[in-house]
């Protein structure tokens, strides 16, 4: 994907992304304004500020679980490629269905020499991955704090990670039976330790965006919050908005959850305040797409 189609997917993402919240802003648009004309907001530039600098530093951080199980797959794509291609098709997760990432991120390793069911199997672990992290930050602070979950959407979601974190253990001895049965070689799959490190970065990302949050509130003049839920907030907001699959990024969904979580006496300031931050999430994500585009060789050998 060259440099000019990436820039014109990009603002075809920003229109849709400003689309959706748009709906939804005119969707609960009178109940939100009321509550927040109510509000006396006190913004703190020094929160705000940092805010900002854990949030890019988690999203430039967030592709080197993939790189790290495309390595463990066999892929010999130089790392900065990987970045690069996985950047660029994190766009696609403001398109519906929420595929398209994972097909661009197949389809580039590919187009590398990576056999498909083997660029495919990459993706799906990556989201297992991440999924699991989300349990083990679950688990944890349900444990510290049992009244973080009261949500009833974040409970649905909290629990949906959980399992995926109590599954872990199980998915080396299957991969390994279904390779054996299939006559194929599991060495080149992740292994416990690989799995166990893939979740451990993850889980720090997270724990890097649910301070991220926080600090966001609190600069935006928030007091009514809880630090355990703002950590919760974010992952199991994420994971929320994807289990509603044809919803373009989670939009809405995210939001709603992490501000009903983060803030529950204050739902619709907090979710104002939570959309801005995904706007400007959005617009980091595609200035790192754009910036790490030029990174990916167009002469390469095929790897298989």
Not at 174 to 182: A, D, G, T
Not at 214 to 243: C, H, M, N, R
Request: aromatic fraction near 10%; hydrophobic fraction near 55%; proline fraction near 4%.
């Amino acid at each position: 994907m060259n440099v000019k189609k990436l820039a014109f997917l990009s603002k075809v993402c920003l229109f849709a992304l400003a689309g959706v919240a748009l709906f939804f802003v005119w969707k609960n648009g009178s109940s939100w304004l009321e509550e927040v004309s109510k509000y006396t907001w006190h913004l703190n530039a020094g929160q705000l500020i940092l805010s900002a600098i854990l949030l890019i530093l988690s999203l430039s951080l967030t592709p080197s679980g993939w790189v790290i199980i495309c390595r463990s797959m066999g892929s010999k794509v130089p790392a900065k490629e990987l970045f690069a291609a996985w950047y660029s098709s994190q766009l696609g997760r403001y398109i519906p269905g929420k595929i398209w990432l994972f097909a661009g991120r197949a389809g580039f390793l590919k187009a590398r020499g990576m056999k498909l069911g083997k660029a495919g199997a990459t993706t799906a672990y990556e989201l297992f991955f991440t999924v699991a992290s989300v349990g083990l930050i679950v688990i944890v602070l349900a444990i510290v704090s049992p009244d973080v979950f009261l949500h009833s959407g974040g409970r649905a979601a909290a629990f949906a990670a959980a399992a995926a974190i109590l599954l872990l253990p199980l998915l080396h001895p299957v991969q390994s039976y279904l390779c054996r049965k299939k006559g194929i070689d599991h060495a080149k799959l992740p292994s416990p330790k690989t799995a166990a490190v893939i979740v451990a970065i993850y889980s720090i990302l997270w724990l890097l965006r649910g301070l991220s949050l926080f600090l966001l509130l609190k600069g935006a003049g928030l007091t009514e919050l809880s630090f355990a839920s703002s950590l919760a907030a974010a992952p199991v907001s994420w994971l929320a908005g994807y289990i509603v699959f044809f919803v373009p990024g989670g939009i809405g969904v995210r939001e709603a959850t992490a501000a009903a979580i983060a803030a529950p006496g204050l739902i619709a300031p907090a979710a104002i305040v939570i959309a801005g931050q995904r706007i400007f999430m959005a617009v980091v994500e595609v200035l790192l797409a754009l910036l790490n585009t030029g990174k990916i060789k167009l002469d390469h050998k095929q790897e298989e």
